[in-house]
């Protein structure tokens, strides 16, 4: 607030005051009245000055409760935007939350269910194991029982063989011995002598 204004700068002098007469010509009892007089003058001068001063107090006093209720209606207004934010704030936190949930279930989910489709190809991968082997093992079976037969088939043919073999060498000396007979039958006869004395022949 404003600093009331020096009495030094409004207050005058009792020679300032006086008349133009000088003092000097004046009684003892004027210049007392004349002392009063000037006191008087004073005092009112202070009075209004105090006045004024308290006047442009009570203003700024007004003007800064003015500028108080603007700031608080300012704060109330940011309090309430700042409520608002809050509410936006914690909604989103709750809409996050939700989404992060479901997107937690969801991968859950698909993680069980890729869980669940490799544990199937792992047991049908087993499975398939399993047969090739089995039938791997028929095979090998099969292809021991018919190595088996074609070995024995393979010494019976060549049990045949052999046989064939002994047959045609038993055939050749037959058929050389019919042809020494025939020969020495149509030689005896030629000769006039009788087959019944033909010399018996003996195949070997």
């Given at each position: 607030s404003p600093v009331p204004k020096a009495r030094a700068n409004h207050?005058?002098?009792?020679?300032q005051a006086q008349s133009p007469v000088d003092s000097a010509t004046m009684s003892p009892v004027e210049r007392t009245a004349a002392w009063v007089l000037n006191n008087g003058q004073y005092e009112d001068e202070e009075g209004q000055e105090l006045?004024?001063?308290k006047e442009e107090q009570d203003?700024?006093?007004?003007k800064y409760e003015q500028e108080i209720a603007k700031l608080k209606e300012?704060?109330?207004v940011s309090?309430?935007?700042l409520e608002e934010y809050e509410r936006r704030l914690l909604a989103q936190e709750q809409q996050m939350q939700k989404l992060l949930m479901e997107y937690k279930v969801r991968l859950e989910d698909s993680e069980e269910r890729l869980r669940r489709q490799q544990e199937e190809k792992d047991s049908q991968m087993k499975s398939i194991i399993s047969r090739l082997m089995a039938v791997e093992e028929e095979l090998?079976?099969?292809h021991a029982e018919m190595q088996s037969v074609i070995d024995a088939k393979q010494k019976?043919?060549?049990a045949q063989e052999k046989?064939?073999?002994s047959l045609d060498s038993a055939n050749s000396r037959l058929m050389n011995a019919l042809t020494q007979v025939k020969e020495r039958y149509s030689m005896q006869t030629r000769n006039g002598i009788s087959p019944t004395n033909t010399t018996k022949l003996s195949i070997t």
């Open positions: 207050r005058q002098t009792p020679s006045q004024q001063s203003k700024h006093a007004e300012r704060l109330k309090s309430r935007r090998k079976k099969d019976i043919i060549e046989r064939i073999l």
